[in-house]
DNA sequence: GCTTGACAACCAAGCGCTTGCTTGTTTTTA
DNA sequence: TAAAAACAAGCAAGCGCTTGGTTGTCAAGC
């Protein structure tokens, strides 16, 4: 019998407030150093605890890393869902999910996005299965319907999937630029991706 | 008198032949694992010698860091001005620095370019304000004169910046997803790069 | 032509420190 | 009063880096 990793399933994560807690304050480490160079004595010093009550929370480093890319990549699955329903128009839709991502990288969840970004590499694989398998059948299957949308009624100018990356990255990409305090908001950066993506 | 950090200036860096093969054995690894959890001992390892005789050639590991990430940024600079060099036209300039980016990418220099990506956050604050520069000195004065030139011309959808942005996104994001061993080769997506973001 | 000295490259050993994590016990909470 | 949460202490392993000495190379000096 090889070992048996005993992955948590993403959908089935139950956090208490205490968890929660813990996480939070991971996660904004996680985005100031990144995971490796956070040390468990500094999440608990955070968190005004001793390093070694982590433990009773989470069996592993690794383990924190993974409750809270899982968590993330749910709640925003669950956002992208909530966005785009109720509307049909494709284009519509498109924007909801463009506006819906800017959120998530700008506005929300103390830097929760930045975290699914940067460590992705600090995961190792298993988790990394579980992760990627919950993000395609939620977050990706909405973008997937919008942009066949917009395909079929002939808006893309490219094809649906090498349209899906160009947006993708160009999203990653604003927070090395953007700041939604600046004079462009969200929704107007939003309306130049759809104007730079789509046929006009 | 506060301690003065003495680095080397990119412009004037000379490497060695043993310490560039250090230093490729060193990018490839921090390709590979990343910066944080490769070591010394992995290092000196591959390269066939003892931990401790890296320090005979670099004088710390951060420096090994800074080393590749100058230099590497010194070469795509190199390579952009050669490629835009003749050409008029500031849309065929903006091709073939996309193509350039694109083969910096897929097809030079053993991961170098995705080490000055992923990295950026290991390397110390002094070494990055030396590195930023020499890179906003060379590479990315030819993407502006590439992009305004194309804006004088009425061919950009957006801001001149903004394109910038969006096309530094979508381009950087390409090495998750695309492999150039694949149907598409480089100029064809450099096609579709064009084709999306300037004017038809 | 052989010796000498200088130098770069590397080895062998290990120092001082930090890391993730464990254990046994005490405090807090419900 | 029992479970949950936190403490106190520390272990084993691994980390970057240092030190002192051993090679191999090659040009200058007699």
């Known amino acids: 019998m090889t070992a048996v990793a005993e992955i948590q399933a993403p959908e089935a994560l139950e956090i208490s407030p205490a968890k929660e807690r813990l996480l939070r304050v991971a996660i904004d480490l996680f985005y100031e150093k990144g995971f490796e160079r956070t040390t468990v004595r500094d999440i608990a010093a955070r968190a005004g605890i001793l390093s070694g009550s982590l433990f009773h929370h989470f069996k592993s480093k690794q383990e924190i890393l993974y409750t809270a890319m899982a968590l993330t990549t749910r709640s925003m699955g669950e956002s992208a869902e909530a966005a785009v329903q109720g509307i049909d128009d494709p284009v519509e839709q498109l924007r909801a999910l463009v506006v819906c991502e800017l959120n998530s990288i700008h506005r929300e969840s103390e830097h929760a996005a930045y975290v699914l970004v940067d460590e992705w ?38 094809d649906a999937k090498i349209a899906r990356q160009f947006i993708r990255g160009a999203l990653a990409w604003t927070r090395n630029w953007y700041r939604p305090e600046g004079e462009l908001t969200i929704a107007g950066l939003a309306d130049e991706v759809l104007q730079s993506f789509l046929k006009n």
Do not use: F, I, N
């Open 121 to 158: 590499r600090s995961l190792d694989s298993e988790h990394r299965e579980a992760v990627l398998a919950l993000r395609d059948s939620s977050y990706e299957r909405c973008w997937d319907v919008a942009l066949e949308g917009c395909k079929a009624r002939g808006l893309l100018k490219t």
